[in-house]
């Protein structure tokens, strides 16, 4: 992908559709539309993905906590897409096997939990991955040696889906491109003039270079998030806000400290939220909170309480891990962007705050899309396109075709067998001193276009190197995202592109070397530039680690 051709497309053309916000749902939105052959535009004033869309729990699920709150519909949704992922994402997404551990202190009981699975297959039809298990004590610590035995009655097995979340967006924005969308990230929105319909002028910044003009659009979609009232307000909008968005902070720390091999959802003994701790290749993730954000978005970070909630939540299940402050080699938070009007009838606490999403027209052809979850995000998107296609036919603009978003695979998603596809990347891998940690990483985030990212290393056998020690990263990677996935800085492949910059802690200053190094010989930058990006960088890093200097490292994390 050529950032100029398409910064020169969204100079000199007009659009149908013009669409803010570069994260899951403002990407999946422009699949949609410009698949169904409506002149797309897709704007993102950071990088794709940079904010909630690469900070959650990556998790593509049902939702079985929202039984709770009788939320059938979002259950039943999100189990359908659950299953449309796994279909059109293989590569992305994975089956992924759960306990559910009861405890006699628990507000959920066995029969409860029995009653709750049934009615969670039967929310899939019964068509998940595998139904529920009812387990016993015994079978439970028998899978799981390291789970708190005292007042331990048992628990369930069931399954849902793990999911790379950046790369999820990243393939829907590629996907939008290839489907005649022009897409262009760090391309900011600072006013939308609505005043005389039919179209609008939005008025952009490119932050690479500074200059600035205007595009026209029929249609603009406010597909910004945590940003949605900011965006809204940039068009005129003068409503009260749409969201109250709460803080979903989550821990990495290394797998063997806890020793576990599934995933578990369980009650925190602290509050009695439902949380995760989950596997993810030798980590372990485990969040999240869930506490309301009055601050800016980008301000988000997480915080000593966080922190030192997720691990004496988790030491209280794991209790010989003790988890240490020490431990953490990360830690990431973001922002759900629950919409108020959503609330439930409870006392508005954070988790009574609904998951759904609404669409809204104000003013005429200024659509705005909040709320919704990562799981849902292509029905979403196919629900706000459709009520674009309805609007866009009054001034007699028609697209080309019905959605097909649920059938088509994402790029890199068409294959039928996963371990045959592994087979072939292995031998061409190996024979290219690939090791077999870095092949699983490159079929998981590339599918069939792994064989592209193979290709520059069999120009350049340099690029089989590892990105950093003991990580399945190769250099191969950084030249690709900067070539081909629009990675124009040091941070968008640490954080994005790939997870590096989660999973390691001591050794983030070698990591932004490495890197910047093989960015620099494709991009050209100078020593000047290299330094800034590092700096850059680290300055990301140093925020979501602040929360240090507030919790010290004593075996309880407090």
Wanted: overall charge negative.
């Amino acid at each position: 992908m050529d950032r100029a051709e398409h910064l020169e497309r969204l100079r000199t053309e007009a659009f149908d559709l013009l669409i803010i916000g570069g994260g899951i749902t403002g990407a999946t939105a422009a699949r949609d539309a410009a698949r169904r052959g409506y002149r797309t535009a897709l704007l993102e004033a950071r990088d794709f993905a940079e904010g909630t869309s690469s900070r959650s729990s990556r998790l593509i699920h049902g939702g079985l906590r929202y039984l709770e709150h009788f939320e059938f519909d979002l259950v039943f949704e999100g189990s359908q897409e659950r299953r449309r992922l796994l279909r059109i994402a293989p590569h992305h997404v994975r089956p992924l096997e759960f306990l559910f551990p009861i405890y006699q202190d628990g507000k959920v009981g066995r029969v409860k939990l029995d009653a709750g699975m049934w009615l969670y297959d039967a929310l899939s039809l019964f068509r998940n991955i595998e139904r529920h298990q009812m387990l016993s004590e015994d079978e439970l610590l028998e899978r799981e040696p390291g789970l708190r035995a005292d007042g331990l009655l048992g628990g369930a097995r069931y399954f849902d889906a793990q999911v790379d979340d950046a790369r999820l967006v990243l393939s829907n924005v590629i996907a939008a491109a290839e489907a005649g969308a022009a897409v262009a990230n760090r391309l900011e929105v600072c006013e939308v003039d609505t005043r005389d319909w039919p179209g609008h002028t939005v008025r952009v910044v490119d932050r690479e270079s500074g200059e600035e003009w205007s595009v026209d659009a029929l249609v603009v979609l406010n597909a910004t998030g945590p940003w949605t009232d900011c965006t809204a307000a940039l068009a005129g909008v003068k409503d009260d806000p749409m969201l109250q968005p709460t803080r979903g902070t989550h821990i990495q720390v290394s797998r063997d400290r806890i020793g576990h091999e599934h995933a578990f959802i369980f009650e925190s003994p602290v509050d009695g939220r439902v949380m995760f701790v989950l596997p993810w290749r030798d980590f372990t993730l485990i969040g999240t909170t869930d506490d309301f954000h009055e601050g800016r978005p980008q301000d988000v970070a997480p915080t000593a309480d966080d922190v030192r909630y997720l691990l004496e939540s988790t030491n209280h299940l794991f209790p010989d891990a003790d988890l240490a402050a020490s431990d953490v080699l990360s830690a990431w938070a973001g922002l759900r962007p629950l919409v108020v009007e959503g609330r439930g009838s409870g006392d508005g606490a954070e988790g009574e705050v609904s998951r759904d999403f609404v669409v809204r027209q104000e003013p005429m052809g200024f659509f705005t899309i909040a709320g919704g979850k990562l799981t849902s995000s292509r029905a979403m998107a196919e629900q706000v396109v459709d009520q674009i296609a309805e609007f866009l036919a009054q001034a007699d603009v028609k697209g080309k075709g019905k959605c097909d978003t649920a059938r088509v695979p994402l790029p890199g998603g068409d294959f039928e067998d996963l371990e045959a596809l592994h087979a072939h990347v292995s031998t061409r891998a190996a024979d290219l001193g690939i090791d077999a940690a870095a092949t699983t990483r490159l079929v998981r985030a590339y599918g069939t276009r792994t064989d592209d990212v193979l290709d520059l290393v069999r120009e350049s056998r340099e690029l089989a190197a590892p990105m950093l020690e003991g990580l399945p990263y190769v250099a191969a990677e950084v030249v690709y995202a900067a070539r081909c996935e629009l990675a124009l800085h040091l941070e968008d492949v640490l954080y994005r592109r790939t997870h590096l910059a989660m999973e390691t802690h001591a050794r983030f200053r070698n990591a932004c070397e490495r890197t910047a190094g093989f960015m620099a010989a494709e991009l050209g930058w100078s020593e000047d530039r290299v330094a800034a990006e590092i700096e850059r960088a680290e300055s990301l890093y140093a925020r979501d680690d602040a929360w240090r200097a507030g919790l010290s490292t004593d075996a309880n994390g407090e």
